[in-house]
């Protein structure tokens, strides 16, 4: 299960929204089948509805 607070500090260096999505991206294509959003991302544009986003984004780019 990859989960958002893990994926933040092994990757303290990330500043936006969309590097968090890219990093992501990164854990799907290795085959992470779970998502877990137990913290909001601290960045400066993370849009309002960024558990949405996310979860979405998860789900369309996961592989069946």
């Known amino acids: 299960m990859l989960t958002l607070s893990e994926l933040l500090i092994q990757h ?3 500043v936006s ?3 968090l999505k890219d990093r992501i991206a990164e854990r799907i294509d ?3 089948r779970f ?5 909001r991302p601290p960045f400066a ?3 309002t509805d ?4 996310l979860e979405s984004f998860f789900t369309a780019r996961r592989p069946e």
């Open 45 to 47: 544009d993370t849009p």
């Open 35 to 39: 998502l877990n959003l137990d913290v």
């Open 50 to 53: 960024w558990e949405e986003q």
């Open 12 to 14: 303290h260096d990330l």
């Open 17 to 19: 929204f969309g590097e």
């Open 30 to 32: 290795a085959g992470e």
